[in-house]
């Protein structure tokens, strides 16, 4: 989780730059498709097997949608209407849009401090999206958040499937669906093929996306769903300290007001698995030292 937090933490960068050689939408698409094809060449080299039966495809259909097709055109969108700072707070707040929908479809149940972390986060999103500009720039980021929360649901049903084949798939079909948009909104793009673009273009499409939401999958398959989101937290510090060396991009003290409320939020729900687990292993390690004895 370290070094996938580290990677989306420097994603943000990594868009920003390649915004000023590319439009949106195309930008978007490519990320989505090269992804999609360098995990589609390691399925062909290690002869994995599609994913088979209707509801795997449909899954596999529904996760492109939302986790790229959606997620990717606002995210892009986002960070070029705002400071890449507060679009990383924004673009990740699914740590708090997952608890509930978590509870619901999986039984995991937030505590009363939990609940106290949702409250505070979503007050600290409000700061950082008004304080930011708010209208489109936020909401994008916002949205963004809101698909990708969507797309780790969604993961969590895949079951037995071949994550690496799933994964690809689901690349190739939203990746798809934003060249056609792009088709329509950007008839004629004009894409600059510097070297800076072409190594922005592979670090987010091989590591910040077939690598690291792979990796992430893999974690969604296995672990609670909010302690695992916790995790994200890192992203938009990542985001916001290397903002603060770009010109232009320093936040708003309001903002950064804004942002402290989010990451406190978060470390409440954090800290408070941490505290459980690590009063559960000390009882446990007594009462074999007690037998023992």
Known sequence: M????AVWGLCFLAIRLGLQDAPVL????LRALIAAAALLLVCMVQRRNLPRGWRTWALITLMGVTNVTVAFAAMFAGTAGMAIGAAAVLANAQPLLIIL???WLYGESPSARTLLGI???FAGLLVVGLTSGGGSGAWLSLLAAAAVTAGTLLARGLGGADLVAASAWHFLIGGALLAGMAAVREPAPTINWTPQFIAVLLFLSLVGTAAAFLAWFREAARSRLDLLTAWTMLVPVIGIAVSLFLPGERPPLSAAA????V???LW???HQRSRRTGR???TKASDAAGQTG
């Open 26 to 29: 195309w930008f978007a698409a």
């Open 101 to 103: 929908p978590a509870w």
């Open 268 to 270: 409440l729900v954090f």
């Open 119 to 121: 409250a505070v986060g």
């Open 263 to 265: 990451l406190a939020s």
């Open 258 to 261: 804004g942002t402290g409320l």
């Open 2 to 5: 370290l070094w996938i937090t």
């Open 280 to 282: 559960g292993a000390g």
